[in-house]
């Protein structure tokens, strides 16, 4: 993979972890509005985002995961013990352990190489 390539990819692992914060966000002010008769109808624009954007952050992780999986099945740079606990760490762990692995297993080779 090239730098602008692995580049990329790191925008697109970042992206369900900034959505969650995101998320958490709207909640929480949400919810500190609740006393103050907080109407969704007066702030449509944040609820027509939101929800797609949900819906496209599924699918973004649905297909990081395909990906990773992939990636650690195809990484010879794994040794073959290592491979089972990558798996699991990414499948159980996605939105922290998808950065960490593209950092240590995706970045750091390429950055030995040049």
């Known amino acids: ?9 790191a925008l697109i692992t970042l ?9 958490f966000t709207f909640i929480i002010k ?10 969704l ?4 624009g944040i609820v027509q985002i ?4 949900h819906f496209l952050t599924m699918l973004i992780l649905f297909g990081l ?10 990484n010879a740079l794994i040794e073959s013990d290592k491979k ?5 760490v990414i499948f159980f762990g996605n939105i922290i352990a998808m950065p960490v692995y593209w950092y240590v ?7 030995e190489k040049s």
């Not at 297993?105 to 950055?111: E, G, N, Q, R, S």
């Open 65 to 74: 995961l395909i990906f990773y999986v992939v990636n650690v099945f195809r």
């Open 50 to 53: 939101l929800f797609p954007l």
């Open 1 to 9: 993979m090239k730098k602008i390539g692995a580049i990329i990819l």
């Open 15 to 23: 992206e369900p972890l900034l959505y969650l914060i995101l998320f």
């Open 41 to 44: 109808d007066k702030e449509p």
């Open 30 to 39: 949400t919810f500190m509005s609740f006393g103050n008769n907080l109407d």
């Open 84 to 88: 089972v606990l990558w798996l699991i």
């Open 105 to 111: 297993h995706i970045w750091k080779p390429l950055l």
